[in-house]
T-cell receptor, first 112, second 114 residues
Framework: EAAVTQSPRNKVTVTGGNVTLSCRQT?????MYWYRQDTGHGLRLIHY???????QIGDVPDGYKATRTTQEDFFLLLELASPSQTSLYFC???????????FGPGTRLTVL | QQKVQQSPESLSVPEGGMASLNCTSS?????YFWWYRQHSGEGPKALM?????GDKKEGRFTAHLNKASLHVSLHIRDSQPSDSALYFC??????????????FGQGTSLPVVP
């Protein structure tokens, strides 16, 4: 089964702070995704990538940057964190764009 | 407006009972569906996909799709405590293509009561 890991698992920062969330997948999947999960909204796509150096905008990109440095590693950057970005963040990967997505365990981010 | 709507928000089912979850897309382009399940403290995990009209059965789980009404349901037979989880419906525009985004519903919470 595909393995997706995320770090840190929990993060607390203050308004205006910088945060980097990390994701690594070890199955050579082409596609990687960042989602946020909020009660009442389900999972919403922030950014995604179909290979190293590639970045595509998702449905809720405002306030987020992302970078795919290698086939395995995908990062989500919050440069000026705001309380509205307090959420549970998931990274996922898939072999093809239409295939099953494999999710990591999530990072809970709190912005005070 | 959320393009993928799930109902109910929460559903309690007795152990051994049948659970029925519903999902409707408000966008006619979204005709291909996945069900994902998320246990507490974990990431979501795919249960099954359904792309054609009719029923698809995998063990105790049966999905039913009606493309004309853009409605998909998930039925869980002989519910077990391990089925207690948050269930997400997700829809996409293409069954197979280079890429099409998954759009998730808001989720249905399913506690299975012993």
């Amino acid at each position: 089964e595909a393995a997706v890991t995320q770090s840190p698992r929990n993060k607390v920062t203050v308004t205006g702070g910088n945060v980097t969330l990390s994701c690594r997948q070890t199955n050579s999947h082409n596609y990687m995704y960042w989602y946020r999960q909020d009660t009442g909204h389900g999972l919403r796509l922030i950014h995604y990538s179909y290979g190293a150096g590639n970045l595509q905008i998702g449905d809720v990109p405002d306030g987020y940057k992302a970078t795919r440095t290698t086939q395995e590693d995908f990062f989500l950057l919050l440069e000026l964190a705001s309380p509205s970005q307090t959420s549970l963040y998931f990274c996922a990967s898939s072999d093809r764009g239409y295939a099953e997505q494999f999710f990591g365990p999530g990072t809970r981010l709190t912005v005070l | 407006q959320q393009k993928v709507q799930q109902s109910p928000e929460s559903l309690s089912v007795p152990e051994g009972g049948m659970a029925s979850l519903n999902c409707t897309s408000s966008d006619r382009n979204f005709q291909y569906f996945w069900w994902y399940r998320q246990h507490s403290g974990e990431g979501p995990k795919a249960l099954m996909s359904i792309f054609s009209d009719g029923d698809k059965k995998e063990g105790r789980f049966t999905a039913h799709l009606n493309k004309a009404s853009l409605h998909v349901s998930l039925h869980i037979r002989d519910s077990q405590p391990s089925d207690s989880a948050l269930y997400f419906c997700a829809a996409k525009e293409e069954a197979s293509s280079s890429f099409s985004k998954l759009v998730f519903g808001q989720g249905t919470s399913l506690p299975v009561v012993p």
